[in-house]
């Protein structure tokens, strides 16, 4: 049974505006969680995360929203850029042992 | 030179045939995972090494082996391949000093079994 579940499949957004990816877990026993970025023809590398003693990480235009108790995280990339074009993967571990890996959502920036 | 590396980037084997990936890192880390990946399924963890000596499965080993040759090196077979294992293969590593560190991740195998 899928622990990290990424329900948009896609999403396009116009240059320069916000983009939101939201991702769900069941798994209350995680404890980090990340975001990895993955090109065509590459390997996924990491964006970034967060643990769950915080609600919020930011890094640049990037920033990490967890609501533990809605067992919810989302990334929101503001102002988006069309070289932010990518498959976004999230990830949940329990004390960084095996990690669980959502199905990814496509993010289109149309210039 | 890329830090993680996989061979070869892609293949095509027929069923049945015994096949081995090849995974090798110079980021010096001792932990180092196998997943593929699938469309609409995402990423998921084939088997994982936290040394030399440590082997353990993770959610889909059936039909496949690993080998930790060495610290730098992690191998993947599979004994007698079949088309359902048609998919894109990913090694990873990680240093284990900090509970809380990203994965690295090679460039991708991608596998067409016949």
């Known amino acids: 049974d899928q622990q990290v579940k990424q329900n948009s499949p896609s999403l396009s957004v116009q240059e320069g505006r916000i983009s939101i990816l939201n991702c769900d877990y069941t798994?209350?026993?995680?404890?980090?969680f990340l975001w990895y970025k993955k090109y065509p023809a590459e390997g996924p590398t990491f964006l970034i995360s967060?643990?769950?003693?915080?609600d919020k990480n930011e890094d640049g235009r990037f920033t990490v929203f967890l609501n533990k108790s809605a067992k919810h995280l989302s990334l929101h990339i503001v102002p988006s850029q069309p070289g932010d074009s990518a498959v976004y993967f999230c990830a949940a571990s329990v004390t960084g042992n095996q990690f669980y890996f959502g199905t990814g959502t496509s993010l289109t920036v149309i210039p | 030179d890329a830090d993680v590396t996989q061979t070869p980037r892609n293949r095509i084997t027929k069923t049945g045939k015994r096949i081995m990936l090849e995974c090798s890192q110079t980021k010096g880390h001792d932990r180092m995972y196998w997943y593929r990946q699938d469309p609409g399924l995402g990423l998921r963890l084939i088997y994982y090494?936290?040394?030399?000596?440590?082997?353990n499965k993770g959610e889909i080993s059936d039909g496949y082996s690993v080998s930790r040759q060495a610290q730098a090196k992690f191998s993947l077979s599979l004994e007698s391949a079949i088309p359902n294992q048609t998919a894109l293969y990913f090694c990873?590593?990680?240093?284990?000093?900090?509970?809380?560190?990203?994965?690295?991740f090679g460039p991708g195998t991608r596998l067409t079994v016949l």
């Open positions: 967060i643990s769950s003693i915080k």
């Open positions: 990873a590593t990680r240093g284990g000093q900090n509970l809380y560190n990203e994965q690295f």
């Open positions: 798994n209350s026993m995680f404890d980090y």
């Open positions: 090494s936290f040394d030399v000596k440590d082997i």
